[in-house]
């Protein structure tokens, strides 16, 4: 029987904010759950996180946003990975973001976005059951 | 509305719970049931304490402390443009504020002109305001007294560019530089522990942040040319002994650095400033404070050298912690606020910034900001916990606490010590390193119910309600970005270029660059324009980034 495959998960931080502390333990708390996680790091272009997406081929991409931009990248990012061919991939993401928002991203087809005081168990239970489908 | 308690508390539901792990405070220390003499026997009141405003200053740095100097109410008056953050900073004056910290958008923070395309999206973000040139600053500033109010620029990789434009229009107003007063955060090593905001190695950063402490030390005597900040480090996960420890060897270096660069310890250690982050631990903080004190003085004297008192003085901004603060239930954060404020004031803080209850949402209303100011006025004015100086010395707890905190400190001065000092520390992942791990421990504790927080793990609701947000202004990048464009089109490019290739050679050279920085404001030079200028020379830092 064949292995099966360790989902694999980018975590980005796009634009020029520095707080990555969810992002950091989002990615560690994955990693921990048995999966493969990628840290791009910070200040990521839109188009740096869908090319390392692509390059890594990875399952998913959790993008946290703290500054307020989520209605500038989230947009981008979905747009990018459409041109690619590339919409498989899900987004989900992570942050400061306003409830009011969230449906709005949501029709993007952004997976899911939690906020802040989100237990880790949770997003990987998502990931778990979105990636099985 | 079907609210429902689905929590009587994390010890009566929680099967797993550790009751052991109850009485860890937020470094891990075991408290105990009860203190007694004996825990602090060894404990010389005349060598360990000493009289408020007397050496060591554990119990403060003044004599009378707020019976004469009450701390600075300092509130956040930062507004994504220069002109409506500075009536935020008026208002905030008017209602009774004694000070104010403004916070940079993104964009400013990384060295980024508005019109940048790395600042799409960003502009007048995280409640900070966007400055791009002197134009900004002018604005900012404008019916400012800039001699009477003490102003805190949360400035950092940056700050040799904020500090000329500062400079700049305090001369074209005519005020004599050595009235101003204020305080430039400028500390870069943070940066790089903690904070991830800076653009140039450690080297060339220190260089920069020696040449304003240089130039205030000439020309602005009543102003803080950095404060030393262990705010970041805890917000990014250290525990509160680690911010103490990473706070103090940071202050050291910059002492050492100073020095180095020929100055003499008297000269610039009395304006040596530090900021603490109270957390939700009320007595860790307050011995986090005595503690410091203690050991910036001992230091300071035995191994520096001061003579000054005022060099052995740790002067001490405050701010509530931010990272406590819930999403969840955020009416709660109004108390977690005052629990945290007035232990700043009992571990003797010189200025205090209490949050508004909801920024774990969104920047600050007039509403949350107001009452965030009132909560201090009420400590300071109707509680009677200013009547007397240290009101907690002499606890057997606290002195314990205090204590434990300056021992613990060693063992960090240790191991940075081991690995060759700060800046091989940070270039070796060390700071990376620690601060995830203790992030990802308080997580791991919050998530197994180890930690309560009240509202998110306990006593929690299924539906929260909404409460009212401050909305972003959708305009305002656009606007911004013309403005900064006709700007740009206004200058004569020879004598932009002429001060670009000057602050080149400046940071190839040695000679202190704040003389040609104000020059170049001056003459609309921008911010971005400056920062690229440097990087050409000093280049970019780069991290692996690890989690």
């Not at chain 2, 911004?480 to 602050?503: F, M, T, Y």
Request: glycine fraction near 8%; hydrophobic fraction near 35%; proline fraction near 4%.
């Amino acid at each position: 029987m064949m292995k099966k495959r360790k989902k694999r998960i980018l975590i980005a931080k796009p634009g020029l904010d520095g707080h990555d502390r969810g992002a950091k333990i989002v990615a560690r708390a994955l990693r921990n759950a048995g999966m493969e996680v990628i840290y791009a790091g910070l200040h990521q272009t839109p188009l740096q996180i869908v090319r390392a997406a692509i390059d890594e081929d990875v399952d998913a991409v959790g993008v946290s946003i703290l500054s307020g931009a989520h209605n500038t990248v989230f947009p981008k990012i979905m747009a990018l990975l459409e041109e690619a061919d590339a919409a498989d991939i899900l987004v989900f993401g992570g942050g400061t973001i306003p409830r009011k928002d969230i449906e709005a991203l949501k029709s993007l087809g952004v997976g899911d976005i939690f906020t802040t005081g989100t237990d880790t168990a949770e997003i990987i239970r998502y990931l778990n059951k979105t990636l099985e489908r | 509305m079907n609210k429902r308690n689905s929590s009587k508390g994390t010890r009566a539901e929680d099967g797993t719970y550790d009751s052991a792990n109850a009485f860890h405070n937020l470094s891990g220390f075991e408290i105990k049931e009860v203190y007694v003499p004996e825990d602090i026997e060894q404990t010389e009141p005349e060598r360990d304490l000493g009289r408020p405003g007397e050496h060591p200053f554990t119990r403060g740095i003044h004599k009378s402390m707020y019976r004469q100097r009450p701390w600075t109410i300092r509130q956040l008056g930062s507004l994504h443009s220069p002109s409506e953050a500075n009536e935020r900073i008026r208002h905030l004056l008017n209602m009774g504020a004694t000070g104010i910290s403004l916070c940079l958008d993104m964009p400013t923070i990384m060295g980024r002109d508005s019109d940048d395309p790395l600042a799409e999206g960003e502009v007048g973000s995280c409640g900070g305001v966007a400055i791009d040139s002197i134009e900004d600053m002018r604005s900012l500033m404008e019916d400012i007294s800039l001699d009477t109010t003490s102003i805190n620029f949360v400035s950092n990789a940056q700050s040799s560019v904020i500090l000329a434009m500062f400079v700049a229009v305090a001369e074209e107003r005519g005020v004599p530089l050595e009235k101003l007063t204020g305080t430039m955060q400028n500390d870069i090593l943070k940066e790089y522990q903690a904070q991830k905001s800076y653009y140039f190695p450690p080297r060339p950063s220190m260089r920069l942040t020696i040449d304003t402490i240089t130039f205030c030390n000439a020309h602005l005597h009543r102003f803080n040319p950095i404060s030393i900040s262990g705010y970041h480090l805890a917000s990014a996960g250290a525990m509160p002994i680690q911010e103490l420890a990473f706070t103090l060897a940071n202050g050291f270096t910059y002492v050492e650095e100073a020095i180095k660069a020929g100055l003499p310890v008297d000269h610039f250690a009395p304006r040596l400033s530090f900021f603490f982050k109270v957390h939700n631990d009320f007595f860790e903080n307050i011995a986090k404070f005595r503690a410091a004190r203690r050991i910036w003085a001992r230091t300071m004297r035995d191994r520096f050298h001061a003579r000054d008192p005022r060099s052995c003085r740790f002067r001490v901004h405050t701010q509530t912690s931010g990272s406590s603060l819930t999403a969840h239930q955020a009416d709660n954060n109004i108390i977690r606020v005052t629990i945290q404020a007035l232990s700043a004031v009992l571990g003797g803080t010189q200025s205090l910034h209490t949050n508004a209850y909801d920024e774990a949402l969104s920047i600050p209303t007039p509403r949350s900001e107001k009452l965030a100011l009132r909560t201090q006025q009420i400590i300071q004015h109707e509680s009677g916990v200013t009547h007397t100086v240290d009101p907690l010395g002499g606890s057997y707890y606290v002195e314990a606490l205090t204590n434990q905190m300056e021992a613990e400190c060693t063992s960090y001065f240790e191991q940075i010590e081991n690995l060759g000092g700060v800046i091989p520390a940070i270039e070796k992942g060390y700071y990376a390193r620690t601060i995830n791990d203790a992030a990802f421990q308080y997580q791991r504790d919050v998530e197994e119910r180890k930690r309560t927080v009240v509202g998110l793990n306990a006593f929690y609701e299924t539906e929260e309600t909404d409460i009212d947000l401050r909305e972003p202004d959708p305009q305002f990048e656009t606007e911004k970005i013309s403005a900064l464009k006709r700007l740009k089109e206004s200058r004569d490019p020879a004598l932009v270029k002429g001060c670009l290739d000057h602050i080149r050679d400046a940071c190839r050279g040695t000679e202190n660059i704040m003389p040609i920085l104000i020059k170049a404001v001056k003459h609309h030079v921008t911010l971005g324009e400056i920062i690229g200028a440097m990087r050409d020379i000093f280049g970019e830092y780069r991290e692996d980034f690890i989690f």
